[in-house]
């Protein structure tokens, strides 16, 4: 069974940095697309940034610029580098195949407050 798990999320003031963490498991995703995706409370998910599986990101206009994705293959883990965190960021985050395939994970809560 595939399973992905998010991790490294917390509270953080405007202006920090967190590094989420996608682990998964039940199968090899270095050949596959993957991506960052977040719901804040009310809103719809959305697809925040993605890397293939030859490095070639896309990220949304909202991030650019502060947040990075990355992928260590021999890990079987993708990661999400987050700078200049705004209040508008605070959301549960989570990873998948873009565009997505496998069963969401239970996410991470990001949270940035004043």
């Known amino acids: 069974q595939v399973q992905l798990v998010e991790s490294g999320g917390g509270l953080v003031q405007p202006g920090g940095s967190l590094r989420l963490s996608c682990a998964a498991s039940?199968?090899?995703?270095?050949?596959?697309?993957m991506a960052w995706y977040r719901q804040a409370p009310g809103k719809q998910r959305e697809l925040v940034v993605s890397?293939?599986?030859?490095?070639?990101?896309n990220t949304a206009d909202s991030v650019k610029g502060r947040f990075t994705i990355s992928r260590d293959n021999a890990k079987n883990t993708v990661y999400l580098q987050m700078n200049s965190l705004k209040p508008e960021d605070t959301a549960v985050y989570y990873c998948?195949?873009?565009?997505?395939?496998?069963?969401w994970g239970q996410g991470t809560q990001v949270t940035v407050f004043s």
């Open positions: 998948n195949t873009q565009p997505s395939s496998i069963r």
């Open positions: 039940g199968r090899i995703i270095s050949r596959l697309t």
């Open positions: 890397i293939t599986s030859g490095g070639i990101t």
